[in-house]
């Protein structure tokens, strides 16, 4: 989905500094980084700011950041991975009412395929890539469906009690 860094900071509530430039895709991984992406540092076993100077050697547009921006466009925001969820809450308005939520315990990744293919058939569809069934996949799927997407397909995992709740406020599917 393309958009401006101007509305990304309008839609998450953060700070632009530097140009509005257009984002045509967006990632967590600095590895995956293209021209045109909106890298999103996520903290973990290692905290993805660390990596924010390798994404903008890569190419990326711009970053999302809770620390001081080190350069390049970036919007300053409190918790990246809280920005990632309202930027897809944002990009799920714009999407069309055809979207499938995929859930259980064992399946959900060929359940996702197959019913992807189907809806291929007729629509433009796009899906989850690989099993980006969690917290970060699902607001990536979202954000990262092509212009023109007729019917999404999500997968959603749980990991403890909430988490399919959480992520049903991210995609809102109307088929489940």
Known sequence: MR?????????????????????????????????????????????GHDFIGAALAAGATAYLTARPPE?????????????LDDLARWARD????????????????????LVAAVLGRRHQTAASLRSFNNEIGVPLTILNAPEGTEALVVEMGMRG????????????????
């Not at 714009?94 to 395929?113: A, E, F």
């Open 3 to 47: 958009m401006a860094t101007s509305q990304i900071a309008e839609a998450v509530g953060g700070d632009l500094v530097g140009e509005d430039r257009r984002v045509d895709l967006v990632t967590q991984d600095s590895r995956e980084v293209v021209p045109g992406a909106l890298f999103v540092p996520v903290r973990g076993e290692r905290d």
């Open 71 to 83: 350069g390049g466009t970036a919007v300053v925001v409190d918790d990246p991975v809280r920005a």
């Open 94 to 113: 714009r999407l069309p009412d055809r979207v499938v939520g995929i859930t259980g315990s064992v399946g959900k990744t060929s359940t996702k395929d």
């Open 161 to 176: 009690f909430g988490h399919i709740d959480h992520l049903c406020t991210i995609a809102r599917p109307t088929i489940g």
